[in-house]
């Protein structure tokens, strides 16, 4: 809410003021058109004996009539122009709080949290306003209007009918948002039992099917189904419950109008004709307190929107990196100009005895599981533990281990994207993290999915380096061995390339990330896993291009394969975030016997 609401209002607040305000001018134009059309009505049915006596009133009910449209379009056309003005800023924020995390943003978070929240969760955020808090703060503000104004012709009567109206403002909604809460917490407690057993069943399909019980599981997820339909059914019912208790309090409303507005006139009060008036001038008022219901009952998906956006948010993750990219601006004035210079041509990377745990992942002794130690003896767990490098210009280094070694968060430090616990990263003895923003002009890096957008060769290809010309792109596309390709494609370089490049095979998408690459003409390289996924005589073809189109550059490749290895200057087995073994291929070979199983293993003998 602090997050992601009140610093809009507050920008905005003015300018809500002014919604608030043409929303309460909608009402009163819809009120006094039936007002003064109950009025209108009711001169009419007494015959005056002169036109002019019903003129005035002819000439309201059509400025009402006309205003009332008016109004309302202004209000929508306002309102609507606050809220995407509202809607864009959140978008743009919500990028900038992702992209300092792009390094890591595919391990820390679910692909489909990220898409839940930009294809969602932003743009359900548009509907607090205009569904839930200018409705609310129209309908507040008609309150004390209504109960002003019957104040002024009858204290008593504007007492009962505030406590009544209280009963449609306030109680019915907030009785509907527990229901909704309840109902809701219910739907999603089921959904989760139904997605795990989905997904159970799914992964373990031919277990189910070979044991016999195919039809018990069914029975089962079919029950479970069969109670989230029926919540589902309940808070629906309850809405429709809602809104007839609304209706009648509406009708009754009207009925406690007629009777005061027939005791007036026969106190001699109120004139005949204003009996109608005040009547169906009920009608159009109520219409603006009856969505305050709907308004509050959206409250909890607001909330699940704004927890999952403060998760991406608010994350110590998040402010870790910011800080890191904070240093790095701020420090800019510690890179000299000639040092950028520098570092663009040649890079010397070192880490000496670099130590980095994350945030709350920790372990806990026996003793104190026990609760039988008095101190807290926690230690952390590091993810990389005491590691040193040296990495000059262009040498070659590869770096093995299973999963959960520490080789991405080895990444992260080299690229700057975190600061280590202990130790120093640095690069041409600058802190890696004092590089900032600036860090893709030194490192340039391949994965093993680089993503290739929805537009030509050429375009993805440029997107390494935007001022490179065609020459540029075909000299690059011959170095990663892409022309005799392109010529055979009937537009070359201008051939789409379809969504996520799948017009092209794994071996061909990588060799156009990898011309990306080239363009960026960083003097290192990080290539983490671009072999995943292939089959092994593309692998070693991909691999044969990459060394050679990056002789001279520093190369650091992550890689669970020892495929090519002994082209690396130096091999490095991490396990536990600690270096296990080290040295060229040659003396792996020659001292290890795991080294030279696990190699035989990837490369038997003869291939």
Not at 25 to 30: E, I, P
Not at 231 to 254: D, Y
Not at 489 to 496: A, E, I, K, S, V
Request: aromatic share 8%; proline share 4%; no cysteine.
């Amino acid at each position: 809410m602090k997050q992601w609401i009140m610093p809009y209002v507050k920008t905005y607040y003015w300018r809500f003021v002014i919604i608030i305000a043409i929303g309460a001018l909608t009402v009163m134009s819809a009120s006094m058109l039936t007002f003064t059309s109950g009025y209108l009505i009711s001169k009419s049915a007494l015959r005056p004996e002169n036109i002019l006596m019903v003129y005035v009133p002819v000439v309201l009910v059509r400025t009402f009539g006309i205003s009332r449209a008016v109004v309302h379009y202004i209000e929508r056309l306002v309102g609507h122009d606050a809220v995407l003005r509202i809607l864009s800023q959140m978008r743009v924020r919500l990028y900038r709080i992702l992209e300092p995390q792009a390094l890591f943003i595919r391990s820390r978070f679910r692909t489909g949290d990220i898409l839940s929240v930009l294809a969602d969760d932003i743009e359900h955020l548009q509907n607090v306003y205009i569904r839930t808090i200018f409705p609310a703060v129209v309908a507040a503000l008609m309150y004390g209007v209504v109960v002003g104004v019957l104040g002024w012709w009858d204290l008593t009567f504007a007492i009962v009918m505030g406590l009544y109206l209280l009963v449609l403002v306030v109680v019915l909604p907030w009785v509907s948002l527990a229901v909704t809460i309840r109902k809701q917490q219910q739907m999603k407690a089921g959904r989760n039992r139904l997605y795990q057993k989905l997904t159970d069943a799914v992964l373990g399909i031919s277990d189910w099917k070979i044991s016999g019980r195919a039809s018990q599981f069914l029975a089962m997820y079919e029950a479970d189904e069969a109670e989230v339909t029926r919540v589902e059914r309940s808070l629906s019912t309850w809405s429709r419950w809602r809104g007839m208790i609304a209706a009648a309090m509406v009708g009754f409303a009207v009925v406690i109008m007629i009777y005061w507005a027939g005791q007036q006139y026969a106190d001699g009060k109120m004139m005949v004709t204003h009996i109608a008036a005040f009547v169906l001038v009920t009608l159009p008022i109520m219409d603006a307190f009856i969505p305050v219901s709907d308004a509050i009952e959206k409250i909890p998906s607001y909330k699940q929107s704004l927890s999952r956006l403060n998760a991406i948010g608010e994350s110590d993750y998040e402010v870790e990196v910011h800080d890191a990219l904070s240093i790095g601006q701020d420090s800019k004035s510690g890179v000299t100009d000639e040092a950028f210079r520098v570092v663009r041509q040649q890079a010397h990377i070192s880490l000496q005895d670099v130590r980095y745990a994350y945030e709350g992942n920790v372990s806990t002794s026996d003793e104190a599981a026990q609760g039988t130690a008095s101190v807290d003896t926690r230690q952390p767990i590091w993810s990389v533990d005491g590691v040193s490098l040296d990495i000059p210009q262009g040498k070659k280094v590869a770096i093995i281990g299973r999963s959960g070694a520490g080789k991405s968060t080895l990444l992260k430090l080299i690229q700057g994207a975190i600061s280590p616990v202990s130790g120093e990263v640095r690069i041409n003895n600058v802190p890696a993290d004092a590089y900032g923003e600036h860090i893709p002009s030194v490192i340039s890096v391949l994965n093993q999915s680089p993503h290739l957008f929805d537009t030509t060769l050429a375009n993805n290809m440029r997107l390494g380096r935007r001022s490179a010309s065609d020459e540029d792109i075909a000299e690059v596309a011959k170095l990663v061995r892409l022309d005799t390709l392109i010529e055979s494609l009937p537009h070359g370089f201008d051939t789409p390339m379809h969504e996520a490049g799948k017009r092209f095979s794994g071996g061909e998408r990588q060799r156009i990330a990898l011309a990306r690459v080239l363009l960026q003409e960083t003097p290192v390289v990080i290539l983490d896993e671009p072999t995943v996924g292939l089959d092994p005589r593309t692998e070693r073809e991909l691999l044969r291009t990459m060394f050679q189109t990056m002789e001279g550059k520093s190369l650091i490749w992550i890689t669970h394969h020892l495929v090519g290895a002994e082209q690396m200057d130096e091999v490095i087995f991490m396990e536990d975030g600690k270096i296990e073994m080290r040295g060229t291929h040659a003396e792996l070979m020659a001292s290890y016997p795991r080294y030279r199983n696990l190699y035989h293993l990837d490369r038997p003998v003869g291939v």
